[in-house]
């Protein structure tokens, strides 16, 4: 079983994770947590996007019902 490191491409220079300082490392995790909550929470705003297009939707139809309603009965 070969081991392998972790290497990571930083304008368009590859590094050996082992090789960087703690500094260094830490910065790496954080960016990694960062893209990842990034992520999270463009799939919550589409969530609400469709949700918030979803009831906007519901309150045109109920409107347009209800003018047609008072059309019909005047």
């Known amino acids: 079983m070969t081991e392998q490191s972790n290497v990571i491409t930083i304008d368009g220079k590859e590094y050996n994770q082992d090789?960087?300082?703690?500094?260094q490392n830490y910065?790496?995790?954080?960016?990694?947590?960062?893209?990842?909550?990034?992520a999270s929470l463009k799939f919550q705003l589409d969530q609400v996007t469709v949700a918030q297009n979803a009831f906007t939707n519901s309150l045109?139809?109920?409107l347009k019902t209800e003018d047609k309603e008072k059309a019909v009965n005047g």
């Open 19 to 23: 090789d960087l300082s703690q500094d």
């Open 27 to 38: 910065f790496i995790n954080q960016i990694k947590d960062l893209q990842t909550k990034a």
């Open 60 to 62: 045109i139809q109920s």
